[in-house]
């Protein structure tokens, strides 16, 4: 008989719940997201975020079920994301797990967000019928980490999903995480937000434009494997300010983000090779950024294989960089696809399979974290 666990993800700007059998097979993920909510705003509002999900965890819950075809009481345990994370959204799922656990008799397991997203990559593995050799380093890169670990089964002797594992933490951002730059970026430019996906897609359509500007590797004192890219959005906010032409085109942007009009189609016309050829440039800096300090970490380290995970991981430049460059490196190289990039419970299911194998659980004292560390 399989292990059925109910994942709950209420972290930040999605409400997810899904059911993963034995770690790694998933029966249904659903994915509630509030990016319309918060896009007028340019970023996620916590209150907002917290009363969303307010709205949505019951019916999410419920479309998991139905999808998975089980009862709630045909589930064996409830895995929910105790942190890090907004502390009122995360309050949301917690409070409804524990609820559901305490009236089922069912136990509950907390999960830790990050260990969430390096799960996500061993169950998009799975689905090839493959699982990444470990140890390897980890890079959770999203709008709000930018975090490289090395993760290791705590008994070396497992390999299976069912093993916990260690994390030694190798490297941080000391300022905004990748995907904030991106999201801050998108606002200088006037393309409104998320900035990721509509950035990769223009920075892919920029074809021979030239950078009309060119920024180079980040440089820090310290720890190799940290990252910063605080300095790389003022570096562009500089360029705009000295080239007052990008004005009219970023006003006409504005206007049609406004007006809703916030597709690649209709964005792209409006963007001079000039800014196509600044866009790119910019994401050349992040990427090239983020596959250096990555895999030094691997080589350095001396470990088999890179796991990539997170929302930013599904921009298309970043996977090829990093096929390209791990393949000359001798490493393997995993993402999840992009629905399971991005925050989502399958992952949070995943993750909460060891620690019920290990008795890891939670009783109704479990309270958010909102800068819970990994174990
Ligand atoms: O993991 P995620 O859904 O939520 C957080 O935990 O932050 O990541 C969202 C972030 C946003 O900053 C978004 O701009 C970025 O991931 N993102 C991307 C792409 N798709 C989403 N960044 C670069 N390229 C993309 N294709
Ligand atoms: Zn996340």
């Given at each position: 008989?399989?292990?059925?666990?109910?994942?709950?993800?209420?972290?930040?700007?999605?409400?997810?719940?899904?059911?993963?059998?034995?770690?790694?097979?998933?029966?249904?993920?659903?994915?509630?997201?509030?990016?319309?909510?918060?896009?007028?705003?340019?970023?996620?509002?916590?209150?907002?975020?917290?009363?969303?999900?307010?709205r949505r965890i019951v019916p999410v819950v419920r479309e998991a079920l139905e999808q998975a075809g089980l009862r709630l009481q045909d589930v064996d345990a409830i895995g929910v994301t105790q942190g890090p994370g907004l502390v009122g959204s995360l309050l949301v799922g917690i409070t409804y797990g524990k609820t559901l656990a305490d009236t089922l008799g069912k136990p509950l397991v907390p999960v830790n967000h990050l260990e969430g997203h390096i799960h996500a990559v061993f169950l998009e593995a799975h689905k090839a019928g493959l699982a990444p050799e470990l140890p390897a380093v980890g890079l959770i890169v999203s709008g709000g980490h930018t975090v490289l670990y090395e993760v290791q089964t705590k008994d070396v002797s497992r390999s299976d999903a069912g093993a916990l594992w260690s994390y030694r933490r190798i490297g941080q951002t000391?300022?905004?995480?990748?995907?904030?730059?991106?999201?801050?970026?998108?606002?200088?430019?006037?393309?409104?937000?998320?900035?990721?996906?509509?950035?990769?897609?223009?920075?892919?359509?920029?074809?021979?434009?030239?950078?009309?500007?060119?920024?180079?590797?980040?440089?820090?004192?310290?720890?190799?494997?940290?990252?910063?890219?605080?300095?790389?959005?003022?570096?562009v906010l500089y360029h705009l300010r000295e080239n007052p032409d990008y004005q009219a085109e970023i006003e006409k942007r504005e206007a049609a983000i406004a007006r809703g009009q916030r597709k690649f189609d209709q964005l792209l016309p409006l963007c001079s090779p000039k800014t196509l050829g600044l866009i790119r440039e910019f994401q050349n800096a992040v990427v090239r950024d983020l596959a250096e300090r990555t895999l030094k970490a691997a080589v350095e380290i001396g470990v088999p294989t890179v796991l990539v995970s997170g929302g930013v991981a599904a921009n298309k430049q970043l996977r090829a960089t990093f096929m390209e460059r791990s393949r000359a490196a001798g490493l393997q190289v995993y993402f999840p696809s992009l629905a399971l990039s991005t925050d989502n419970a399958a992952m949070i299911a995943a993750a909460a399979y060891p620690r019920l194998q290990n008795h890891i659980l939670a009783d109704l004292s479990l309270n958010a974290s909102a800068s819970l560390p990994i174990a």
């Amino acid at each position: 008989m399989s292990v059925r666990i109910l994942g709950i993800e209420s972290s930040c700007d999605e409400t997810a719940a899904a059911v993963v059998a034995d770690g790694r097979e998933i029966l249904s993920s659903v994915v509630a997201s509030q990016i319309d909510i918060h896009r007028k705003y340019g970023g996620v509002v916590p209150e907002l975020a917290s009363r969303e999900h307010l709205r949505r965890i019951v019916p999410v819950v419920r479309e998991a079920l139905e999808q998975a075809g089980l009862r709630l009481q045909d589930v064996d345990a409830i895995g929910v994301t105790q942190g890090p994370g907004l502390v009122g959204s995360l309050l949301v799922g917690i409070t409804y797990g524990k609820t559901l656990a305490d009236t089922l008799g069912k136990p509950l397991v907390p999960v830790n967000h990050l260990e969430g997203h390096i799960h996500a990559v061993f169950l998009e593995a799975h689905k090839a019928g493959l699982a990444p050799e470990l140890p390897a380093v980890g890079l959770i890169v999203s709008g709000g980490h930018t975090v490289l670990y090395e993760v290791q089964t705590k008994d070396v002797s497992r390999s299976d999903a069912g093993a916990l594992w260690s994390y030694r933490r190798i490297g941080q951002t000391r300022d905004d995480a990748a995907g904030e730059a991106y999201d801050k970026v998108s606002k200088l430019l006037g393309l409104g937000y998320p900035g990721g996906p509509i950035l990769d897609r223009l920075a892919a359509a920029a074809d021979r434009a030239p950078a009309p500007v060119k920024f180079g590797p980040t440089k820090m004192k310290g720890n190799l494997f940290d990252f910063s890219f605080s300095g790389l959005k003022t570096a562009v906010l500089y360029h705009l300010r000295e080239n007052p032409d990008y004005q009219a085109e970023i006003e006409k942007r504005e206007a049609a983000i406004a007006r809703g009009q916030r597709k690649f189609d209709q964005l792209l016309p409006l963007c001079s090779p000039k800014t196509l050829g600044l866009i790119r440039e910019f994401q050349n800096a992040v990427v090239r950024d983020l596959a250096e300090r990555t895999l030094k970490a691997a080589v350095e380290i001396g470990v088999p294989t890179v796991l990539v995970s997170g929302g930013v991981a599904a921009n298309k430049q970043l996977r090829a960089t990093f096929m390209e460059r791990s393949r000359a490196a001798g490493l393997q190289v995993y993402f999840p696809s992009l629905a399971l990039s991005t925050d989502n419970a399958a992952m949070i299911a995943a993750a909460a399979y060891p620690r019920l194998q290990n008795h890891i659980l939670a009783d109704l004292s479990l309270n958010a974290s909102a800068s819970l560390p990994i174990a």
